[in-house]
Nanobody
Framework: QVQLVESGGGLVQAGGSLRLSCAASGRTFSSYAMGWFRQAPGKEREFVAAISGSGGITYYADSVKGRFSISRDNAKNTVYLQMNSLKPEDTAVYYC???????????????WGQGTQVTVSS
């Protein structure tokens, strides 16, 4: 069982930056691939970024490539999402997830956090 708690969301102006953190419980954090997904009002949950257990492989959605960066610190059981050059369309609830393999589809992730709101004003 893995419990995930996100933090770092908030209100930021367009062009600004935020760093999301996701703290995980358990002693096997490094065995899990971690993903970030987001859901805007009235829209389906969409993939943002993912990282393998070792941190050696990363995937990004085209919409965030070059602006967002995912990383992890296995010693701290934490995964991060650095978000730069934020746009109003990045406004959403951001969710952290954990699963057995690195994928871009939500159904492959077994554990989910409660989400953190990111609002980007124009």
């Amino acid at each position: 069982q893995v419990q995930l708690v996100e933090s770092g969301g908030g209100l930021v102006q367009a062009g600004g930056s935020l760093r999301l953190s996701c703290a995980a419980s358990g002693r096997t954090f490094s065995s899990y691939a971690m993903g970030w997904f987001r859901q805007a009002p009235g829209k389906e949950r969409e993939f943002v970024a993912a990282i393998s257990g070792s941190g050696g492989i990363t995937y990004y959605a085209d919409s965030v490539k070059g602006r967002f960066s995912i990383s992890r610190d296995n010693a701290k059981n934490t995964v991060y999402l650095q978000m730069n050059s934020l746009k109003p369309e990045d406004t959403a609830v951001y969710y952290c997830s954990a699963g057995p393999v690195i994928r871009t589809t939500a159904r492959t992730y077994n554990y989910w956090g409660q989400g953190t709101q990111v609002t980007v004003s124009s």
